[in-house]
């Protein structure tokens, strides 16, 4: 079948692998991106899957916080001078304000009407690309940090079991610094048990055709695999990732440092990370 010359760059774009090896991958897969992707993965020429694509479209990232929860959207347009647009911007915040007013976590007519009515005065074309909600319950804060002009975005939920620990001054530098890290190293999931099960059987299936490479005893190959796995777990779980101000110890162990010197418990127990552009597939 003939392979197009756009999809070669978009799994190129997606993976960071060659052209060439994009082409050849896509070939084999009878163009199916998700099938070539897999298959670049196995024989090492794609990283294994972290947060998948790169910024593309121009645009920004918004957050609203209430009492009662914060919303996340992403509105896209077709320049980056359409999104320094006041106009652009004012739509941006009117958006996400009433999502966080009403919980919203998807669009609605009233959003979307907002848009076009944005649409029919800076003549570009403009798109509530996404949009999510994050409740805030008792005992619990939100931290909210947008970096780089909107080109990111972060959400992340935490609880304590008593509410004055959030008035300490070690609970409030780490509620800013987790917002931070999450920015900084974008991951994928909080910890290893919320990681879905078919995403681990895939990367499982990736590493065990890497690990076939190898002349190893079946029982090596498998401490091989496992290896690749808990490798890949500390990368994209957010507990477990090299914590930003810290990088000798995790996310997991500096909480844990902090709950003892505080004498209290304080947790992660959710996040939202946008980051403008990626891939969605």
């Known amino acids: 079948m003939e392979i197009k010359a756009s999809d070669v760059k978009i799994l190129r774009e997606k993976t960071g692998a060659g052209l060439l090896d994009c082409k050849n991958a896509l070939a084999k897969a009878n163009g199916d991106f998700k099938q070539a992707e897999k298959f670049l993965k196995e024989q090492g020429l794609a990283a294994a899957a972290k947060r998948a694509g790169r910024a593309t479209n121009e645009g920004r990232i918004f957050i609203a916080e209430k009492d009662h929860g914060a919303a996340i959207i992403e509105l896209s347009c077709e320049t980056d001078f359409v999104a320094m647009n006041q106009n652009f911007l004012q739509t941006g915040e009117a958006l996400v304000n009433l999502a966080a007013e009403n919980k919203l976590s998807g669009p609605t007519p009233e959003l979307e009407l907002k848009v076009q009515e944005t649409i029919a005065i800076i003549k570009e074309n403009m798109s509530l690309r996404r949009l999510a909600y994050l409740p805030k319950g008792p005992g619990e804060v939100l ?3 947008i970096h780089g002009a909107g080109k ?5 939920k935490l609880k304590a079991d008593k509410n004055e620990l959030f008035d300490n001054p070690g609970v409030k530098e780490f509620v800013l610094d987790i917002a931070l890290h999450t920015a900084a190293y974008n991951p994928l999931f909080l910890s290893r ?7 681990l059987k895939e990367q499982e299936e990736i590493f065990t055709v890497q690990a076939e490479k190898i002349d190893k005893p079946d029982n090596v190959k498998k401490g091989i695999i496992q290896g690749k796995i808990n490798k890949h777990l500390g990368e994209i779980c957010l507990l477990e990732q090299a914590f930003v101000k810290d990088e000798k110890q995790s996310v997991a162990k500096v909480l844990a440092a902090l709950n003892k010197e505080i004498g209290g418990k304080i947790e992660i127990t959710g996040f939202v990370f946008y980051r403008l552009g990626e891939n969605l597939d």
């Open 152 to 156: 990111i975005g972060v959400i992340v």
């Open 143 to 145: 931290s909210v940090y």
């Open 193 to 199: 048990e919320t990681v879905p099960q078919d995403y």
